[in-house]
């Protein structure tokens, strides 16, 4: 759809919408603007100075880091990419847009709704040529995928757009390697959006003096939103644990009732580590669209448990965990591999010996609920019995959003399910040092 069309389909159903103007800036209603003379409705349509909301537009002083936190639907998507647009009328580049994924950032960064190329005028609109964004005057952005940190190595640019942020996988390595691209021009500034949750990354820009924070509930932007979503979602989940974080981009530190909470995580005393397992909790079929492959290291330390490396690949075809589940047997001196078997009995110890059949393989099966084999673990990091070395958030984000359905975040716990074995196997199934109390 061209520029002009848009606006025939903007000026045609303008006299249905509410007056969306809350901004103190105008008081005109859309069906006014729409019948002004044809002419000046696409650049009415355009005019982002007239209809952006207070806290879409950046914040005033001298910051490093804009974030903007915010509930679904609560415009956040459309001003980073208007912020992206202002940058580049100031000839400000190169840019990154940096997403979870390639495909998530051309999806909602740039061919969105909300994304870049829908929000420019025909005569400004960047053109798309690979990973790469080059706009009419010379500025160009690149697309970076977050879940590829080294990808960062070696650009560098004079801004940034960050999306969603709260679920990338290696939110502080990729943020981290940003950093160091950011070195042009005299002020190079970036801008995060996303729905909050309580990652390390977040808590660290919140406390960061070079961050200005906004935060936006979705009500805030109702009138941009379809009645049908107001009702049947806004309503439904307004007041709920899950309404204050997805919706009023509230930050919430951890879930009401779960099994794990942040405070329970701690580093590791001195002591030497005795008894080490590698946990694995292998996926029903090793597809793109599959399950991750669990696999995470656990050593025994006096009466309680350290856990000393996440190793947990996506996708994951069965030669490949098996690999990487051998080389952490080695890598960490290893006594034995803990496999769940239920799914693949025979099959799963046959795999790891494909990659060596001298790797001591344990099998364990899993005969009650997710939610009820994880209790007694949690009680032992309720007692400050299993501590964790730096660097396990992903493991630590999985754990905390552990529901009693029996998932986390909608997803297989495999990061949980892996931890639970084997910190079961080492301090609750005789392998270990009794605990007293248990």
Known sequence: MSSRQRARTWRTSATSWPNVLTSSRSAESLAEVAAKLDGEVEAQYYDWDKWALPKQRPPQGDWTTWLLMGGRGAGKTRAGAEWVRGLVRQRIGPIALVGETIAEALAIMVRGQSGLLNVHPELERPTLRGHQLIWPNGVEATLLSASDPDRFRGPQFAAAWCDEIGKWPSAEDAWDMLQFGLRLGNRPQQMATTTPRPTRLLKRLLADPQTMVTRMATIENQAQLAPQFLDAVVARYRGTVLGRQELDGELIEDLPGALWQRAMFHAPTTGAVERVLVAVDPPVTGHAWSDACGIVVVGRQGEGALVLEDCTLKPAAPLIWARRAVAAFYAHKADAIVVEVNQGGDLVRNVIAQIDADVPVRPVWANR?????????????????????????????EMCSFGVDGKSEGHSPDRVDALVWAVTELLLNGTGPRVRGL
């Open 369 to 397: 609920a997710k939610w009820l084999r994880a209790e007694p673990v949690a009680a032992l990091y309720g007692r400050g019995l299993v501590a964790h070395v730096a660097g396990l958030t992903a493991l630590e984000d």
